[in-house]
């Protein structure tokens, strides 16, 4: 007779789950303190301290104090869309979103503060520019779909005419907050408008 086949392991039993809430209190914290004092000032020691966490407990989750400062960013809500149908409207609105969230959050010396360390810090740069790249993409379906309705030329470069919007929301939100007027970006959007319609887009023949 055959031998019997040798019993099986026992199944080890997982890890203990991550503690969602935990992870987001620590992230919660690193934001607090990014707004504070910045990416230069931020140390994975202040966090710990403030979320009552060990610095082994933070490393497992975020190996680099780049990857921790990201994933805090992006506990900033993200825009959406909540289109009208009217172009001029989807602007001010998307532009009104943008508003509640610098006054609600530590946006205003978060992202400045980012940035600047992005200049000589390429991984943070590189994580930096994925995050962004992925909370823009809102505004630039909003002119796809302006484009589609015909609200616009086909052809116009949506990424490009979203930078025409967004470069005065930003400019006013970090050297001019006081004067963040949803009226005045109502007129800009006009304007913005009435360009690209002006403007034929290219079609790329020499």
Same mark, same amino acid.
């Given at each position: 007779?055959?031998?019997?086949?040798?019993?099986?392991?026992?199944?080890?039993?997982?890890?203990?789950?991550?503690?969602?809430?935990?992870?987001?209190?620590?992230?919660?914290?690193?934001?607090?303190?990014?707004?504070?004092?910045?990416?230069?000032?931020?140390?994975?020691?202040?966090?710990?301290?403030?979320?009552?966490?060990?610095?082994?407990?933070?490393?497992?989750?975020?190996?680099?104090?780049?990857?921790?400062?990201?994933?805090?960013?992006?506990?900033?809500?993200?825009?959406?869309?909540?289109?009208?149908?009217?172009?001029?409207?989807?602007?001010?609105?998307?532009?009104?979103?943008?508003?509640?969230?610098?006054?609600?959050?530590?946006?205003?010396?978060?992202?400045?503060?980012?940035?600047?360390?992005?200049?000589?810090?390429?991984?943070? @740069?590189?994580?930096?520019?994925? &995050?962004? !790249? $992925?909370?823009?993409?809102? %505004?630039? *379906?909003? #002119?796809?779909?302006?484009?589609?309705?015909?609200?616009?030329?086909?052809?116009?470069?949506?990424?490009?005419?979203?930078e025409l919007f967004i470069g005065p929301m930003l400019n006013?939100?970090?050297?001019?907050?006081?004067?963040? @007027?949803?009226?005045?970006?109502? &007129?800009? !959007? $006009?304007?913005?408008?009435? %360009?690209? *319609?002006? #403007?034929?887009?290219?079609?790329?023949?020499?």
């Amino acid at each position: 007779m055959a031998a019997a086949a040798p019993p099986k392991p026992a199944k080890r039993s997982p890890g203990r789950p991550r503690d969602k809430s935990r992870e987001k209190a620590i992230l919660q914290q690193t934001l607090a303190i990014l707004g504070e004092v910045g990416f230069v000032g931020l140390t994975v020691d202040a966090v710990a301290a403030r979320a009552k966490a060990s610095k082994a407990t933070i490393y497992r989750r975020w190996s680099t104090k780049e990857e921790l400062a990201i994933a805090a960013f992006d506990l900033l809500p993200e825009l959406e869309l909540d289109e009208t149908g009217n172009l001029e409207d989807d602007i001010v609105g998307y532009i009104a979103q943008y508003g509640g969230v610098l006054r609600t959050t530590p946006l205003r010396s978060v992202l400045p503060s980012l940035v600047a360390e992005a200049m000589h810090n390429r991984d943070l @740069s590189d994580k930096l520019h994925q &995050t962004v !790249a $992925r909370r823009r993409r809102p %505004g630039v *379906r909003l #002119i796809e779909h302006a484009v589609e309705r015909g609200e616009l030329p086909a052809g116009t470069d949506a990424e490009q005419a979203h930078e025409l919007f967004i470069g005065p929301m930003l400019n006013r939100s970090f050297f001019d907050h006081e004067r963040f @007027s949803i009226d005045d970006f109502r &007129t800009m !959007a $006009r304007v913005v408008i009435a %360009g690209l *319609r002006a #403007i034929k887009p290219s079609t790329g023949a020499g």
